[in-house]
Antibody, heavy 119, light 107 residues
């Protein structure tokens, strides 16, 4: 059973960089066939796809965030990470990591982590 | 970006009811559509993919249909654990996008 777990600071100051890591267990990122994703949900709102990465390092980003987003992978640790720069209060959200078979839907999700942007 | 519009945004139903939620895409997406269920404080759970394929472990009272621009999620006999928010998601083109959600409440 694949499990994903987000980790990182729950509070980030405006203009700084939000950094989160997702640790995958029960399966290897480097086995291929899946894209490893970040999705966020503003409080009380819907879901927004941020982007995803393949184990080889290929990435796809949401154009609305592309200029500020970097997703990277560390296959040796079975982890992938999100960096979102120049954050504002509008980036306050629950951030989820998830697995996508090929480039499709999201079949396994982490529990989510709330990141608040505030001074 | 493809806009996904769900209807209704919220509604009330009773245990045992048959309910249908609609999702409309702003352009054709073939059958590249998934449905998710989300309960408060929890991550979304994949219910259906490829518009009508039930994810492993999901009860058969859930079903999906549609192709092109119009899709439906049907719950044939509501159970207490089905009261939640439901989202559709297209994966036909980037950026991947979700509907705004349909909140299903107990009447």
């Amino acid at each position: 059973q694949v499990q994903l777990q987000e980790s990182g600071p729950g509070l980030v100051k405006p203009s700084q960089t939000l950094s989160l890591t997702c640790t995958v267990s029960g399966g290897s990122i480097s086995s291929g066939g899946y894209y490893w994703s970040w999705i966020r949900q503003h409080p009380g709102k819907g879901l927004e796809w941020i982007g995803y990465i393949y184990y080889s390092g290929s990435t796809y980003y949401n154009p609305s965030l592309k200029s500020r987003v970097t997703i990277s992978v560390d296959t040796s640790k079975n982890q992938f990470s999100l960096k979102l720069s120049s954050v504002t209060a509008a980036d306050t959200a629950v951030y989820y990591c998830a697995r996508a078979p090929a480039t499709t839907n999201f079949d396994y999700w982490g529990q989510g982590t709330l990141v608040t942007v505030s001074s | 970006a493809i806009r996904m519009t769900q209807s209704p945004s919220s509604f009330s139903a009773s245990t045992g009811d048959r309910v249908t939620i609609t999702c409309r895409a702003s352009q054709g997406i073939s059958s590249y559509l998934a449905w998710y269920q989300q309960k408060p404080g929890k991550a979304p759970k994949l219910l259906i993919y490829a518009a009508s394929t039930l994810q492993s472990g999901v009860p058969s009272r859930f079903s999906g249909s549609g192709s092109g621009t119009d899709f439906t999620l049907t719950i044939s006999c509501l159970q207490s654990e089905d009261f939640a928010t439901y989202y559709c998601q297209q994966y036909y083109s980037y950026p991947l996008t979700f509907g705004q959600g349909t909140r299903l409440e107990i009447k």
